[in-house]
C-alpha cells in the first residue's frame, strides 16, 4: 500500500549540507497502523513531509498502491502537529472539514453526509458552527481528526498529532484514533516521540535511529487487538515491548552521540 | 473599565467641549482667529448649501474613486509578488522607492500627463494610496502560516479557491491595516489635488475663502475636512471589525 524504499534526504543551503534522512526503507500495509519513533531530532518531520509528497526526496522513492509520490497524493490526508496553525481561523468548524470535499468536487448531499459524520465521529457535532478559536486545543485536533476522516484518504499520516495536548486529553485522542482506524481500517502511519503512545496504538513499531535516519528496527506489537488504555498498559507483555523500544531509542541516541 | 452609555457619551464628548471652550476663551483676539458662533454659522451658511453639491460630493467622489482604484490595484499587485519570491526580490527595491517619493510632489507631473481635470485628481489619490495597500498586502501574503500552506496542498486547495480561501483571508489583517493608512493619505491628497488646478470641491474652496479673507468660512472647511475624516475612519472601522471578526475573536489582534 504505502511502500518507502531506500529514501534519502539530504538538505542543501550555501556552505552547509545536512544529511537529515540517511537511507530508509519501510512499507505500511493496506488497513495496517503502524507507528514511527525515534529519539527526538531524529527526522521524523522531514520523513513525513518526504512520503507526504511536500517535500522532494533527495534520493530513494515512495510509493502509494505503486504509484511514486511526487507532490501530495490525490487520496492522503495529514493531521499535522500544529492543530492551531492547520485549521483556517477563518472559517467555522463545519466549514473547514468541507473545504476539501468541495475541492474533491464532492456533490453537496454526500458532502454533508460526510462532515456530519465525521463530526459525529470525533464528538465534535455540537461545535459545527463554532470557529476553530472558540475551541480547546483537544477540540481543535478533532476538527483536524474530521477533516482527514471526512477526505475518505487511503493513506493517514499523523505528525506528532497529540504532542500539544495535555495527558488526559492525548489518552482520549489516542482512543479515538484507534476507534476510528478499526471502523474504517484506513491504512495509517503514526509519527510520535512518545514510546507508549507507540506501542499503545500501533500493530507495529518502526524505531528510528538519530539523524541521518536509518531504520533501527521494524517491531511487531503482539498485543491483544481490542486496546484499552486501562488493562493494554497494564499488561506486562506491555511494559516489556516500551522497554524494548525505550533501549533501543537510548542506543539510537548514544549512536548519534559518538558522532 | 466598563461605563454605563451616558457617561460613556459624556467621555467622548468631555475633550471636545474643552477644546471648544478653551477656543472660545482665546478666540476674537486676532481677526484671524474668529469665535466659534461665527465660525459654526459660517459653516451652516457655507456647506448646507449647493456648495453641499457643488464642492462636497464632487471631492468625496474622486476621494472614494481614487481609493477604490488603489486598493484593487494594491492587493491584485501585492497577491502575485506576495506569492512569488522570484517577483519579490526584483521588485521590493523599487516599491520602496516609489513608496518614498511624496505623493504630493507627482501633481504637476500628472497635471502635465492627465490634465487638470477629475482624471488627474483620481490619478493623484491613486498613486498615494496604491503603496501602503501594496507593501502590506505583498507583507501580509509573504507571512502566510506555512502549516495551513501545506494543508492546502495536503487537500487540493489550488487555484481560484487557495486565493479566495486561503491567501486572502489570511492575508487580510494585512490589507486592512494598508487600507487604513490609505484612507488618510487619501484624504491629504484629495484635497492637496484641489488647490492646484480647480474650480470644485473642498481644497478648492478653503483656498478661495483664504484669499477671499473670508476667515470664519476657511476655518468652518477646515472642520468639515476633519468630520469627514472622522466619519470615514468610524465607518473604515465598523467594515475592519466585519471582515476581521475572526481575527478579533481568535485574540490574534493583541498578540
Known amino acids: 500500500m504505502l511502500e518507502i524504499s531506500e529514501l534519502h534526504k539530504v538538505y542543501v543551503s550555501p556552505g552547509r549540507r545536512v544529511e537529515a534522512i540517511g537511507s530508509v526503507t519501510l512499507s505500511v500495509g493496506a488497513g495496517e497502523l503502524v507507528c514511527v519513533v525515534g529519539p527526538s531530532g531524529c527526522g521524523k518531520t522531514t520523513l513525513l513531509r518526504c512520503v507526504a509528497g511536500l517535500l522532494p526526496a533527495s534520493g530513494g522513492e515512495v510509493r502509494v498502491n505503486g504509484v511514486p509520490v511526487t507532490g501530495p497524493p490525490p487520496r492522503m490526508a495529514v493531521v499535522f502537529q500544529e492543530y492551531g496553525r492547520s485549521l483556517f481561523p477563518w472559517m467555522t468548524v463545519r466549514q473547514n472539514v468541507e473545504l476539501p470535499l468541495k475541492e474533491k468536487r464532492v456533490p453537496a448531499a454526500r458532502r454533508r453526509e460526510l462532515v456530519a459524520g465525521s463530526l459525529e465521529s470525533v464528538g465534535l457535532s455540537d461545535a459545527a458552527g463554532a470557529h476553530p478559536w472558540q475551541l480547546s486545543g483537544g477540540m481543535q485536533q478533532r476538527v483536524a481528526i474530521a477533516r482527514a476522516v471526512a477526505y475518505e484518504p487511503e493513506v493517514l499520516l499523523m505528525d506528532e498529532p497529540f504532542a500539544a495536548v495535555d495527558a488526559q486529553t492525548r489518552a482520549d485522542l489516542e482512543d479515538l484514533i484507534l476507534r476510528l482506524w478499526r471502523d474504517s481500517r484506513i491504512t495509517t502511519l503514526f509519527v510520535t516521540h512518545d514510546i507508549d503512545e507507540a506501542v499503545y496504538l500501533g500493530q507495529r513499531v518502526v524505531v528510528l535511529s538519530s539523524s541521518p535516519t536509518t531504520v533501527m528496527e521494524d517491531l511487531k506489537i503482539d498485543l491483544p487487538a481490542g486496546r484499552d488504555q486501562l488493562t493494554t498498559r497494564s499488561l506486562p507483555r506491555f511494559g516489556e515491548l516500551r522497554g524494548h523500544v525505550y533501549r533501543q531509542i537510548q542506543r539510537a541516541r548514544g549512536h548519534g552521540a559518538d558522532r | ?255
Open chain 2, 1 to 255: 473599565m466598563t461605563a454605563s452609555g451616558p457617561l460613556k457619551v459624556l467621555r467622548a464628548l468631555a475633550m471636545p467641549a474643552l477644546l471648544v471652550l478653551a477656543w472660545w476663551a482665546v478666540s476674537g483676539s486676532t481677526f484671524y482667529l474668529p469665535s466659534p458662533a461665527a465660525v459654526a454659522r459660517a459653516f451652516a451658511e457655507t456647506w448646507l448649501s449647493e456648495r453641499l453639491v457643488d464642492d462636497v460630493l464632487p471631492s468625496a467622489g474622486r476621494l472614494l474613486a481614487g481609493y477604490a482604484l488603489a486598493g484593487l490595484l494594491g492587493v491584485g499587485l501585492g497577491v502575485p509578488i506576495g506569492l512569488s519570491r522570484r517577483l519579490r526580490a526584483t521588485l521590493e527595491p523599487v516599491l520602496e522607492f516609489f513608496r518614498a517619493v511624496p505623493p504630493p510632489v507627482l501633481v504637476p507631473l500628472i497635471m502635465l500627463l492627465a490634465g487638470i481635470d477629475t482624471p488627474m485628481k483620481v490619478l493623484v489619490i491613486v498613486s498615494g494610496c496604491v503603496w501602503p495597500v501594496l507593501l502590506n498586502t505583498v507583507e501580509g501574503v509573504r507571512a502566510l502560516d506555512g502549516v495551513l500552506a501545506d494543508t492546502c496542498r495536503m487537500y487540493g486547495v489550488r487555484g481560484v479557491a487557495r486565493l479566495r480561501r486561503f491567501v486572502l483571508p489570511g492575508a487580510a489583517p494585512q490589507i486592512m491595516a494598508g487600507l487604513r493608512q490609505a484612507l488618510s493619505i487619501g484624504i491629504i491628497l484629495m484635497v492637496i489635488s484641489e488647490m492646484f488646478a480647480s474650480s470644485s470641491g473642498l481644497g478648492f474652496t478653503i483656498v478661495l475663502f483664504q484669499r477671499q479673507f473670508q476667515i470664519a468660512e476657511m476655518w468652518s472647511g477646515i472642520l468639515l475636512l476633519g468630520l469627514l475624516g472622522l466619519v470615514l475612519s468610524l465607518l473604515f472601522r465598523r467594515v475592519e471589525r466585519w471582515v476581521l471578526a475572526w481575527y478579533y475573536g481568535s485574540g490574534a489582534a493583541r498578540a
